[in-house]
Nanobody, 123 residues
Framework: QVQLQESGPGLVKPSQTLSLTCTVSGGSITTNYYYWSWIRQPPGKGLEWMGA???????YYSPSLKSRASISKNTSKNQFTLQLSSVTPEDTAVYYC???????????????WGQGTQVTVSS
């Protein structure tokens, strides 16, 4: 059974770059027909799809985040990462990584999800 685990700093200062890593176990990040995705949930709001990297290496982003987000994968470590630049307090959220079959998934009953990690943007 595949498991995903997010890791990274829980506190980031405004204007800095947020970096998170998702480590995959019980399955390979090279398996075809999956999108390795990042989703977040700000406090009091719904889930927001941020972007994904396909097994092929192609990347896809939410239009609202495309200028600040970068997703990549490291097949040797079986990990994929999210970098979000120029963060503001509005980027405070629980960040999830997920393995899903489609782009834009925000339903936690679809695919396999990590438990989530809280990131707070504050000086």
């Amino acid at each position: 059974q595949v498991q995903l685990q997010e890791s990274g700093p829980g506190l980031v200062k405004p204007s800095q770059t947020l970096s998170l890593t998702c480590t995959v176990s019980g399955g390979s990040i090279t398996t075809n027909y999956y999108y390795w995705s990042w989703i977040r949930q700000p406090p009091g709001k719904g889930l927001e799809w941020m972007g994904a990297v396909a097994t092929s290496g192609d990347t896809y982003y939410s239009p609202s985040l495309k200028s600040r987000a970068s997703i990549s994968k490291n097949t040797s470590k079986n990990q994929f990462t999210l970098q979000l630049s120029s963060v503001t307090p509005e980027d405070t959220a629980v960040y999830y990584c997920a393995r899903v079959h489609n782009l834009g998934v925000t339903d936690r009953s679809e695919g396999d999800w990590g438990q989530g990690t809280q990131v707070t943007v504050s000086s």
